[in-house]
Structures are given as C-alpha cells and as structure tokens.
C-alpha cells in the first residue's frame, strides 16, 4: 500500500458526459501528479500541482483540467469524455515537487475509466 | 526531450533463470533513475531508484546500476519467481525540467512472465 488513495477504483460512462476522479495523496506529501495509461500511448504525464499550485504540465487536453485543495487532495475532471478517454488513471504523490533529485513519487492503484 | 527506450517484451523465463531488461534514456540533465514494477490489475509500485552515475538501485534481489557513460540503467536479478511476473517500467527524473517541476517519463514496459 503506497499511502495514496484514489476513488472510484472504476467507472463506466457515456460519451460526452462529464467524471471527476479523486486523489488524496500520502500523509506529508505535497506535490500530487496525475497520468494516463493507455494501451496505444503508454503512460502519459498529464499534470503536476505543488502545494495547490500548478507546477508542471504534460500532455493534458483542454477537455481534462485538476486543482490541488487546501489540504491537499486533487481531482480530475474529465469533460466531453470520448471513446479514446478510456485508459486507467493513476494519482501519484511525493514530498518536494523538484525533479531529479530522487524525490520519489508514489503511485496509487488507479481509477479505472471506461467510455461507452 | 527526455526519452526512456526499453526491450520488447514479453519476456518468458522458466523459475530460477537470470532475468536482464534493457533500459537506455536520453536526458538533457542529470536525472534520477527508477523501476517500476505494475503486477497484474494493479497500480505502479517502485522497486529501486538510483540518483546519480555509479549508484546502484536494489530491492527483492532486483539490481540496477545507473551507467551514465552508456546511459543505460538495466534491471536484473540473478533468480526470478513466478511470483516476478509483471510489467516492469524504467522512468527518470530531471531536474531541469522547466519551472522546477518534477515529471516521469516512463518507457513503454516491458512485460516479464516467469513460468514453473
């Protein structure tokens, strides 16, 4: 168990409709990341945020957007959903939000979306 | 850019066999340098990281040396069990990353499965 929790574990939806996905990352961390996990792209960073602020930006549509809370917890909004949003959706945390320098990022178990 | 190439998988190996996965990066700065481990229906799990050249990584009998004149980072263990079958991720981490950001960039897996 990594410490970082994510809900829901999975979910079906309709194109077009509009899901968010919630993170709570590990107790003392305050960078949390989202990516994407797909068969045709692999995993994907989307997005970074450090303390509630933006930090980092990826491959992160204009459909998709993320806030980090107050106290830390993150969700990912996923509007207009399309067929090709169906992947698997990892939250991850770490303590600095510095690259490079070892600071481990640890990975939740991912929230399961699919669009039909 | 940053770029993780990883060898093809499946990887198919009989229990007790010498397991090696090749992972080369390309990086602009000095990265970290992780192994990730996905077992089946599962979030992302990591197994040893390394943070600069000639640093050595190891978790479960795994190993890996952070080379950078070959700028390579290969994962092995000298016994697999059936139990080691998973996908296996080699990522980095650059300090570089523009605005201070922290980003995995992860290669594509490769697929290990470890048979009686």
């Known amino acids: 168990d990594s410490g970082v929790t994510q809900t829901p574990k999975h979910l079906i939806t309709a194109t077009g409709q509009r899901v968010t996905l919630r993170c709570s990352p590990r107790?003392?961390?305050?960078?949390v990341y989202w990516y994407q996990q797909s068969l045709d792209q692999g995993l994907q960073f989307l997005i970074q945020?450090?303390?509630?602020?933006?930090?980092a930006k990826g491959n992160i549509l204009e459909r998709f957007s993320a806030q980090q809370f107050p106290d830390l917890h993150s969700e990912l909004n996923l509007s207009s959903l399309e067929l090709g949003d169906s992947a698997l959706y990892f939250c991850?945390?770490?303590?600095?939000?510095?690259?490079?320098?070892?600071?481990?990022?640890?990975f939740g178990e991912g929230s399961w979306l699919t669009v039909v | 850019g940053n770029s993780v190439t990883q060898m093809e998988g499946p990887v198919t190996l009989s229990e007790e066999a010498f397991l090696t996965i090749n992972c080369t990066y390309t990086?602009?700065?000095?990265?970290?340098l992780f192994w990730y481990v996905q077992y089946p229906g599962e979030g992302l799990q990591l197994l040893l990281k390394?943070?600069?050249?000639?640093d050595k990584g190891s978790n479960k009998g795994f190993e890996a040396t952070y080379r950078k004149e070959t700028t390579s980072f290969h994962l092995e263990k000298g016994s697999v069990q059936v139990s080691d079958s998973a996908v296996y991720f080699c990522?980095?981490?650059?300090?570089?990353?523009?605005?201070?950001?922290?980003?995995?960039?992860f290669g594509t897996g490769t697929q290990l499965k470890v048979e009686l």
């Open positions: 990522a980095l981490s650059d300090r570089r990353l523009t605005g201070g950001g922290n980003k995995l960039t």
């Open positions: 107790s003392g961390d305050l960078s």
């Open positions: 990086a602009t700065g000095y990265p970290s």
């Open positions: 991850a945390s770490s303590v600095g939000g510095q690259g490079g320098t070892g600071n481990t990022i640890y």
């Open positions: 390394a943070t600069k050249a000639d």
């Open positions: 945020y450090y303390n509630g602020e933006e930090r």
